[in-house]
């Protein structure tokens, strides 16, 4: 079993920024692609970036892209999504999420990941 655990949301104003972190427990062995997908009430569940296990490819979303940065360091079975230039438009649960090995590539897609968060709440006031 693999554990996932998102902290790091608050409430900001438009132009903040924000770090938010996801450590990985138990099995962390089997955890090999990381990402970060955002969710609000009523919407679907979209992708936000991704990042493979070695950290040498990684896929952002085009309306995060140049503002947010992923990034993980292994020996703390940890991934962290840097926030820049927040916009309203950023806000919603962000929900960590990790693939299982073999699969290890810049997904973009929530099927591809096994393992789940709770989600952590970011809110970018106008």
């Known amino acids: 079993q693999v554990q996932l655990v998102e902290s790091g949301g608050g409430l900001v104003q438009t132009g903040g920024s924000l770090r938010l972190s996801c450590t990985a427990s138990?099995?962390?062995?089997?955890?090999?692609?990381m990402g970060w997908f955002r969710q609000t009430p009523g919407k679907e569940r979209k992708f936000v970036a991704s990042?493979?296990?070695?950290?040498?490819?990684?896929n952002y979303a085009e309306s995060v892209r140049g503002r947010f940065a992923i990034s993980r360091d292994n020996s703390k079975n940890t991934v962290d999504l840097q926030m820049n230039s927040l916009k309203p438009e950023d806000t919603g649960v962000y929900y960590c999420?990790?693939?299982?090995?073999?699969?290890?590539?810049?997904?973009?897609?929530?099927?591809?990941?096994?393992?789940w968060g709770r989600g952590t709440q970011v809110t970018v006031s106008s």
């Open positions: 999420a990790a693939t299982i090995p073999p699969i290890d590539g810049p997904y973009t897609v929530a099927p591809a990941y096994e393992y």
């Open positions: 138990g099995r962390t062995g089997s955890v090999y692609t």
């Open positions: 990042i493979t296990f070695g950290g040498g490819d990684t």
